[in-house]
């Protein structure tokens, strides 16, 4: 049981590149999260699935794009990316009910966007 | 706007000391509140919890007291022990329903000196 993983680990890119950070989780959740971690601001919902086959928007969406191909995986798109989106992002997944908010996080993507 | 907030970047405390972290908010419709513990080049792990219909929610050496009428809530960490040294941060729900979207305070960094 992997828990909830992520790739890749890290990732250099130059602005205006685009890439697709992936998200896999395997303990059968329903909603999945991705949130960015920056100094000082904590973690900051970009973007979420409440459940299979749906997408919302977070505290912070500009510049993202998500897809949840299936009930186990997430994946985050930056289609441009810009220095602003240097940042820690972290995949999390939550079982609905009575443990809807004890998500589980995956071990982190450290990009840096030069 | 920063509707949860972890005042102190950072704490720290004698091994076998009590640590308390503290976390106010301001949206009064929050009704269930996290904390969560974060090593370095890791995800966040869930740490406890509790709900707005209590006041004191205790597991193991961690309790977590919650004041409605001011806002506040803190985590007391007793004894505390070098491995709890990690980056602490609460969350509080979005107060919307069955999306399990959480907002997160800054964090507030604990190192406990042997």
């Known amino acids: 049981n992997a828990g909830v993983t992520q790739t890749p680990k890290f990732q250099v890119l130059k602005t205006g590149q685009s890439m697709t950070l992936q998200c896999a989780q395997d303990m059968n959740h329903n909603s999945m999260y991705w949130y960015r971690q920056d100094p000082g601001m904590g973690l900051r919902l970009i973007y979420y699935s409440a459940s299979e086959g749906t997408t919302d928007k977070g505290e912070v969406p500009n510049g993202y794009n998500v897809s949840r191909l299936n009930k186990r995986e997430f994946s985050l798109r930056l289609e441009s990316a810009a220095p602003s989106q240097t940042s820690v992002y972290f995949c999390?997944?939550?079982?609905?009910?009575?443990?809807?908010?004890?998500?589980?996080f995956g071990p982190g993507t450290r990009l840096t966007v030069t | 706007d920063q509707q949860v907030k972890q005042n102190s970047p950072s704490l720290s405390v004698q091994e076998g000391r009590i640590s308390i972290l503290n976390c106010d908010y301001t949206n009064s419709m929050f009704d269930y509140f996290l904390w969560y513990k974060k090593y370095p080049a890791e995800g966040p792990t869930f740490l406890i919890s509790?709900?707005?219909?209590?006041d004191k929610n205790e597991d193991g050496r961690f309790t977590v007291f919650l004041n409605k009428s001011a806002k506040h809530l803190s985590l007391h960490i007793v004894p505390s022990q070098p491995g709890d040294s990690a980056v602490y941060f609460c969350?509080?729900?979005?107060?919307?329903?069955?999306?399990?979207?959480?907002?997160f305070g800054q964090g507030t960094t604990l190192q406990v000196k042997p």
């Open positions: 509790i709900s707005s219909i209590k």
């Open positions: 969350a509080a729900n979005s107060g919307s329903s069955n999306t399990g979207k959480l907002i």
């Open positions: 999390a997944s939550v079982i609905s009910g009575i443990l809807l908010y004890e998500q589980y």
